[in-house]
């Protein structure tokens, strides 16, 4: 038989993945010349030659084995051992014979290997009983020789009383050295024996010489002329292995190195944790915050089951990425389409996934760095005059409607007007059961009879429906307004705001959205159809509440209401008296100014009442408005 090499290779294995040595980004070299002065022998398997085995009904029932004679044996640590089973035909066995009666069973193995029985993580402890009579390299030499081709990397290695022990990260290479317990022969004559445990995780403290100890590593692993830095499988660095049990796979590891790694390469432009059992990547959202410029990034051969994962660095501006090698890909395995897809969704610019080149991507799916959001605005409408007539007839329509007395509003509909109002479908929460019998959701209520019954038609039984809802007071700040369409003779506008119910004692807030469409009558404007829709306002919505001061249509509703004044005219209009002394009496409420300013502020911006509210905002914060304005 040809002799096994003496040479080991376990360092190989803990610089960088072996399939990335074509990476030019990623090209350092840490290898380190060793000088044996030569060979440790080993311990090889002991040869033995059998008998033929035959089917059991060849074999005679008189004969009989007697017990294995060693033929020749050597002083040679690699002895071979020629052992021939004898047989004694002159033995015979009786049906009274003490000689067991051997049966034997075609193709069954001469010995079966043992299996380790902790399952697959992500270390392991090696203790080698009376290891400290031996040399360090003695021992990693000659299991590694033993367990060939599998190979391992020795974490820690330490001589604690009679004991040698150490880590190693690989469920194959450990269940190869649970089976060679006792099966090398050392120098001195005595069988190594070789304990494999799963105990608790190495600790090792995080101090400034554990940090000194990773820049000396990661300086090693650093390419400047690519600014790319290799951290594949950094638990097995040749500085770090000694000691420590650098594993990036533990948060607090891996956080420790993100930012060494920020505070001295804060340009890092290529990133490579490969092969470092990654498995949740939380503390990976660093990469968003303190490495702008990275482009390349390998996270190949880890723990990564799901897709969503990698959301914690979808911020990235990645151009390339490495997953291949992680569970998720199997899910693909059959769709490379949807794999592709589901990762350029999160990284719109990628050309490179896994090594291959991907199509250049479609340049209005991907958001320049120059480009912006449109600022918000809550106000949206292309045509300026189309704005003025639909705020006033807004704000002619909310004062009535915060009002004691709807009946006014029957001067805002028209004679063959339509109503419906909807809320969501009740869950968990009932706090919209109120409205729930009158509520029109067509998606739920499939009776065509009931649809057309609570469909309001004319302007009578609209205004009828709309005096019976509760009393309400509309917050004004939360209000937004989008005319989607104006034409001669028609204009489309959707309201959205929250408000207060004032019948019940706790006095809920409500979210609502209203759109109107309104057609031309007389020289005003009236509603043609409108439908309404009322929903629990969001946690969002609220907090945003409580932070404005409150900017109510009406606080403090009036028993009377104008009774014509609600068709909007076209500019200017002439409102009348008493709707300009509910205006100028809200706003002198909500912003404790006295009358005669309120007054001057709504003549100022032609009585358009949410003008005058943010005029009055903008110059209380410049400290432009006098004293005098609040004396009352």
Request: glycine share 4%; with cysteine; aromatic share 10%.
């Amino acid at each position: 038989m040809p002799r096994k090499t003496n040479k080991y290779s376990w360092s190989s294995r803990g610089g960088r993945s072996e399939n990335l040595d074509d990476k030019h980004y990623f090209g350092h070299d840490d290898r380190v010349p060793r000088n044996d002065g030569g060979s440790y022998l080993r311990s090889r398997p002991r040869v033995s030659f059998k008998t033929q085995v035959r089917p059991i009904r060849d074999v005679p029932r008189s004969l009989a084995l007697d017990e294995d004679v060693q033929m020749a044996t050597s002083s040679n640590n690699n002895n071979r051992q020629v052992i021939i089973r004898g047989r004694d035909r002159g033995m015979q066995r009786g049906r009274n014979s003490p000689v067991p009666y051997r049966r034997f069973r075609v193709g069954r193995p001469a010995s079966r290997m043992k299996h380790f029985s902790i399952g697959v993580s992500n270390w392991y402890k090696i203790t080698i009983p009376y290891g400290h009579k031996y040399d360090k390299d003695y021992i990693i030499t000659n299991l590694l020789s033993y367990i060939a081709p599998e190979l391992f990397v020795p974490i820690m290695y330490k001589v604690a009383g009679n004991e040698a022990s150490f880590y190693i990260d690989e469920y194959k290479a450990a269940n190869a050295l649970f089976n060679c317990d006792r099966k090398i022969t050392t120098t001195d004559g005595y069988k190594l024996q070789v304990r494999v445990s799963k105990p608790l995780f190495p600790q090792c403290d995080i101090d400034d010489k554990l940090k000194e100890k990773l820049k000396q590593a990661m300086a090693k692993r650093y390419v400047q002329e690519t600014n790319a830095l290799d951290l594949s499988k950094f638990h097995t660095d040749p500085d770090l292995t000694p000691d420590y049990f650098c594993a990036l796979f533990r948060p607090i590891m891996l956080k420790t190195v993100l930012d060494l790694v920020s505070e001295h390469i804060p340009d890092l432009e290529a990133l490579n944790l490969d092969s470092n059992k990654l498995q949740l990547l939380e503390k990976l959202n660093v990469l968003n915050e303190k490495f702008a410029k990275l482009k390349i990034l390998y996270i190949g051969d880890n723990k990564i089951k799901e897709i969503s994962q990698i959301d914690m660095i979808k911020d990235l501006k990645l151009e390339e990425l490495k997953l291949a090698g992680n569970p998720i890909c199997t899910m693909y395995r059959t769709r490379q389409s949807d794999y592709i897809s589901d990762v350029r969704k999160r990284f719109p610019k990628l050309l490179r996934l896994d090594g291959m080149e991907l199509p250049k991507p479609i340049l209005f799916d991907v958001v320049d760095e120059g480009d912006k959001m449109p600022p918000y605005q809550r106000i949206f409408v292309a045509n300026s005059k189309a704005q003025e007539i639909a705020s006033q007839f807004l704000q002619q329509y909310f004062l009535i409607f915060d009002s004691e007395n709807r009946q006014p509003l029957l001067d805002a509909y028209d004679e063959h007007a339509f109503f419906s109002m909807t809320v969501p479908y009740p869950n968990n929460n009932s706090k919209l059961n109120g409205y729930l019998m009158e509520s029109r959701n067509l998606y739920r209520i499939n009776d065509t009879n009931k649809r057309h019954k609570l469909l309001k038609q004319g302007r009578l039984p609209v205004v009828s429906f709309i005096s019976e809802m509760p009393q309400t007071s509309h917050y004004l700040n939360t209000f937004t307004m989008d005319i989607g369409l104006v034409t001669q003779g028609m204009m489309l506008i959707t309201v959205t705001g929250l408000f207060k119910e004032l019948d019940k004692k706790e006095q809920p807030i409500r979210y609502f959205n209203r759109t109107f469409i309104i057609v031309p009558e007389g020289s005003g404007y009236c509603i043609r159809n409108e439908q309404l829709h009322i929903n629990q306002p969001t946690d969002v919505q609220l907090k945003q509440l409580n932070t404005q001061p409150e900017g109510q249509i009406a606080a403090n509703p009036v028993s009377q209401a104008p009774s014509s004044s609600i068709t909007a005219k076209p500019l200017p209009v002439s409102l009348p008296e008493d709707v300009k002394q509910q205006m100028t009496l809200t706003l002198s409420q909500q912003t404790n100014m006295n009358l005669e300013w309120s007054l001057k502020c709504l003549e100022e911006v032609l009585w358009n009442y949410d003008n005058a509210l943010l005029a009055f905002q903008e110059f209380y914060k410049r400290g432009q408005i006098p004293p005098e304005a609040f004396n009352k």
